[in-house]
């Protein structure tokens, strides 16, 4: 039986909010969205649970029936998200390069509402989120200009 890979716990920040399951990767400066159906999944990646297991307790969490590829898909994002944790030898049942619609089409139409999905956007630096406004930036208010002078506020312009 093929067991689920590890989550990888180090570096990251991981909170629940409204069934979704947020992770900030401090060593990439990355975020990550997980959906529900993601974020289920996640939690099965403790590399004791096998596959069908993740897979008929996913669909008990879902309340829908779920197949295989489905979690191998979600599994397959993680890795490229660098979300597991390092593996000599990537586990088997990964599908390499399946994109969204080529599942839907393995799966079906049906399957489009329990798609796991991971959104990921590149995070600033605490240092860059810091850093003031150049001059010709649009402010609200001066202490957000370098020159701290928001010219026309609260709807101006960095002077």
Same mark, same amino acid.
């Given at each position: 039986?093929?067991?689920? =890979?590890?989550?990888?716990?180090?570096?990251?920040?991981?909170?629940?909010?409204?069934?979704?399951?947020?992770?900030?990767?401090?060593?990439?400066?990355?975020?990550?969205?997980?959906?529900?159906?993601?974020?289920?999944?996640?939690?099965?990646?403790? *590399?004791?649970? @096998?596959?069908?297991?993740?897979?008929?307790?996913?669909?008990?969490? $879902? *309340?829908?029936?779920?197949?295989?590829?489905?979690?191998?898909?979600? !599994?397959? %994002? &993680?890795?490229?998200?660098?979300?597991?944790?390092? !593996? @000599?030898?990537? =586990?088997? &049942?990964?599908?390499? /390069?399946?994109?969204?619609?080529? $599942?839907?089409?393995?799966? /079906?139409?049906?399957?489009?509402?329990?798609?796991?999905?991971? @959104?990921?956007?590149?995070?600033? @630096? =605490?240092?860059?989120?810091?850093?003031?406004?150049?001059?010709?930036?649009?402010?609200t208010e001066s202490a957000q200009c %370098?020159?701290? &002078?928001?010219? /026309?506020?609260?709807? *101006?312009?960095?002077?």
């Amino acid at each position: 039986m093929q067991k689920m =890979p590890q989550a990888r716990r180090s570096g990251l920040i991981v909170k629940e909010v409204d069934g979704e399951t947020l992770i900030y990767d401090r060593e990439l400066n990355k975020a990550h969205c997980l959906n529900q159906t993601a974020a289920s999944v996640w939690k099965y990646c403790d *590399g004791e649970t @096998t596959m069908s297991e993740a897979t008929i307790a996913l669909a008990r969490d $879902l *309340g829908t029936s779920v197949d295989e590829e489905l979690v191998r898909y979600a !599994v397959d %994002q &993680f890795s490229r998200d660098n979300l597991l944790e390092k !593996v @000599t030898v990537p =586990p088997a &049942f990964v599908i390499a /390069g399946m994109n969204r619609r080529q $599942l839907v089409r393995t799966l /079906g139409l049906a399957a489009v509402v329990a798609i796991p999905v991971v @959104t990921s956007i590149v995070a600033p @630096t =605490p240092a860059q989120a810091a850093s003031p406004l150049p001059n010709g930036s649009a402010c609200t208010e001066s202490a957000q200009c %370098q020159s701290n &002078f928001c010219n /026309g506020a609260p709807n *101006g312009v960095c002077a």
